[in-house]
């Protein structure tokens, strides 16, 4: 008999803003840890999350303007090879939800295709340090 204390948890779905990478791969500070301590519950299953491939441009750009190209392949290719991570699509359908996205609630085109890629991908948080989602009513935000 199965009682709900037994119950396996389902991870939430986890929507990771460019900037979870980019402390994690740049070590920043406490930011840094935070970061890798959530990459480490996604890796381990106890999360699930998405990104935009638009995510992987943010990230190989800021990592080689910081750490050099050998770090910012180092760092796209986990990306890619990141288990219980889905990296979606920025195609059409995103795009054209960006765009009322962008009427809505005046976000930048990024920001928008981000935003519009987590709506589409029924996540149950965006995890950013960024507040200018916040004022997203479709989104709950979740700090580091």
């Given at each position: 008999m199965?009682?709900?204390?037994?119950?396996?948890?389902?991870?939430?779905?986890l929507y990771l803003d460019a900037n979870i990478f980019i402390f994690a791969a740049l070590n920043t500070e406490k930011e840094g840890a935070k970061a890798v301590a959530l990459l480490m519950k996604i890796q381990l299953g106890e999360e699930r999350a998405i990104t935009s491939a638009l995510t992987f441009d943010e990230v190989f750009w800021e990592?080689?303007?910081?750490?050099?190209?050998?770090?910012?392949l180092e760092t796209a290719e986990a990306m890619l090879n990141f288990p219980n991570l889905e990296i979606v699509s920025a195609d059409k359908e995103i795009a054209t939800l960006a765009i009322k996205i962008i009427k809505k609630y005046n976000l930048a085109p990024r920001d928008a295709l981000h935003t519009a890629t987590a709506?589409?991908?029924?996540?149950?948080?965006?995890?950013?340090?960024?507040?200018?989602?916040?004022k997203v009513k479709e989104l709950k935000l979740k700090g580091l």
């Open positions: 199965h009682t709900r204390k037994n119950w396996k948890r389902e991870p939430n779905v990592v080689k303007k910081n750490r050099g190209i050998e770090k910012a709506i589409a991908g029924k996540v149950d948080y965006i995890v950013t340090t960024d507040a200018h989602f916040g």
